[in-house]
């Protein structure tokens, strides 16, 4: 197939807070060092993004760090960059199944007095209006869907094709994807990004440990009244999760509006594990459900967060490549937090790439700079910190606790120098081993228990986050062998991707021709959380980006 090609200088894939902040950086370098007449010239920038809109893709609770946004934009309130509300009031609450407990302090880690709460869709939006301000090129509805090697040096991404129908005939609007080419390419897709997960396979740039990962369901609700003028930020342990890592959040947002969610642990051993319905669980407290009472449900939408953090991170460079924020780990967890990592890891990329333009070599021997700088910044300080934090919860909650204080007074170390974990999905026991009941009864006792007015079923919720995408185009959740899901998965796991899915992608259907059950796709509630490439018991399903634009379509979360 004839392909347009496109030279860039730089290609950065994922328009998020790390590949905008590497592109406004590396702009403003380029402009001054060219005014003063020691640049490196006329340098093509360009981000390319698979969302409809900038920031629809992007999920994050947010209360911001605004540490590398003082640094890449100093003047961003007088430029309007838009904040929810500035943190004032914060507390953190365990919960039983029907009381509550303030803890009587709040730890320095989780300390956010002063931050803003942020709506990273609108944050990112506001981003995306600087770089074009600056006339960097962002290419939206555009997923890389490959990356092209010479050999073992990134050459660039060939974006997708548009007008494929669902059997993989070209339809009238065909439009072949292209090949850009760069000189290097920066890989900022988010959590479990393809192309990054493509080039750590090629390129073997996997870090000491597999990443490990927890799923975020997240809702935002407009209540009858305010819940506080001042930015009041509330984070939860305990109900319904027991023993499972996690916990939850309530931000106060503009007007009446507030960010209110879940995170579970996807290392966890039961496969009828839902972190949508632990979430529905959640909202049932007698404390939350007094909360809503009387409010309305305006968006919701999931996301996979890495927290495997330090030795989880990748080979952050190759020839031609560099990786930077969620895909390359640039995450707090003790913190839950990782705007300001991202951010100052793009911008970190763009330095590096600046002296690799001036230098005119972009090979790995150069870009290696980019680990020794991240090595010698605030961010190797910061995550050092917290570098066996998620990992000491492997034995549970209460193991984890005396961990996580052990680290507290030895500068992370704990008991043990380096804490690894296994892959997420290795956690997972079989329904036999667990004594578990019958898949069918556990999926229709809980559909049973949502009321629609606080608790919603996934269909419900994923209605709210807007999704949509061409409905006649091939599927995008690869399942290599879908024989295993009517046979072995469903009398071993249970099919646990009914569960784990928080938009109802994947349902067991009757089978007309053969009795029993197969495997239903429906594709077009995917909320690109990517869960099921994590979650899959026999790793046979991969989540490839569908035609551009396709997506959900996030704006206040
Ligand atoms: Fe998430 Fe996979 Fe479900 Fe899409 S299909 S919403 S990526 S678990």
Not at 512 to 518: F, T
Request: charged share 25%; proline share 5%; net charge negative.
């Amino acid at each position: 197939m004839q392909r347009e090609t496109l030279p860039v200088d730089v290609l950065i894939v994922g328009a998020g807070p790390a590949g905008l902040a590497c592109a406004y950086h590396l702009n403003q370098m380029i402009k001054r060092a060219n005014a003063q007449g020691n640049g490196p010239g006329e340098v093509e920038i360009m981000v390319i993004e698979k969302a409809r809109e900038l920031g629809a893709h992007n999920l994050s609770g947010a209360v911001m760090d605004p540490r590398s946004l003082d640094e890449l934009i100093p003047d961003w309130k007088a430029k309007g960059c838009p904040v929810e509300r500035t943190v004032e009031d914060e507390g953190i609450y365990y919960l039983t199944e029907s009381g509550k407990f303030r803890a009587p302090w709040t730890p320095p880690p989780m300390r956010n007095h002063g931050f803003p709460i942020v709506s990273i869709n609108r944050l990112v939006k506001w981003l995306g209006e600087q770089c074009e301000a600056e006339e960097i090129l962002i290419a939206t509805e555009t997923p890389g869907q490959c990356l092209t090697f010479d050999g073992m040096r990134v050459t660039g991404v060939q974006t997708g094709d548009k007008g494929i129908n669902k059997t993989g005939d070209k339809k009238n609007s065909f439009e072949p994807g292209s090949l850009i080419e760069a000189r290097v390419t920066v890989l900022t897709e988010g959590t479990r990004g393809s192309l990054t997960k493509e080039a750590c396979n090629h390129l073997h740039l996997h870090g000491e440990m597999p990443q490990t990962y927890v799923l975020g369901v997240k809702e935002v609700w407009e209540l009858p009244k305010s819940l506080s003028t001042r930015g009041k930020v509330y984070h939860t342990l305990g109900y319904p999760l027991g023993d499972l890592f996690g916990g939850s959040w309530i931000y106060s947002m503009r007007d009446n509006l507030i960010s209110i969610g879940l995170v579970s642990d996807l290392g966890y051993t039961n496969p009828y594990t839902d972190p949508h319905y632990n979430f529905q669980k959640f909202k049932q407290h007698p404390w939350i459900k007094e909360l809503l009472r009387g409010g309305k449900l305006m968006g919701y939408g999931a996301k996979t967060i890495p927290e495997g953090g330090w030795f989880s991170m990748p080979r952050l460079f190759a020839d031609g490549l560099l990786l930077a924020g969620d895909s390359a780990a640039f995450l707090n967890s003790q913190r839950l937090k990782g705007i300001h990592l991202a951010m100052k890891s793009g911008m970190l990329a763009a330095e590096t790439i600046f002296h690799s333009l001036k230098k005119d070599d972009t090979s790995a021997a150069t870009l290696k700079l980019y680990k020794e700088a991240v090595e010698a910044s605030w961010i190797k300080t910061e995550l050092w910190e917290v570098r066996n934090f998620h990992q000491a919860f492997e034995g549970g909650l209460i193991p984890g606790m005396f961990h996580v204080g052990a680290q507290f007074f030895s500068g992370g170390r704990g008991f043990k120098a380096k804490m690894l974990s296994p892959e997420t999905h290795t956690h997972m026991r079989k329904v036999r081993e667990l004594g578990l009941k019958h898949r069918d009864e556990v999926l229709e006792s809980r559909a049973k228990e949502f009321d629609r007015e606080t608790t919603f079923d996934k269909l419900s919720d994923v209605y709210k986050s807007k999704t949509l995408h061409e409905e006649d185009q091939p599927v995008h959740l690869h399942v290599a062998d879908t024989e295993v899901c009517r046979t072995k998965c469903r009398e071993e796991y249970g099919n646990p991707c009914q569960f784990f899915c928080p938009a109802s992608v994947y349902e067991m259907v009757a089978d007309e021709e053969r009795g029993g059950v197969k495997l239903q796709i429906n594709a077009s509630n995917c909320v690109h959380c990517k869960t099921c490439d994590i979650m899959d018991p026999y790793k046979i399903i991969t989540w490839v980006p569908p035609e551009g634009g396709g997506g959900p379509e996030y704006t206040d979360l």
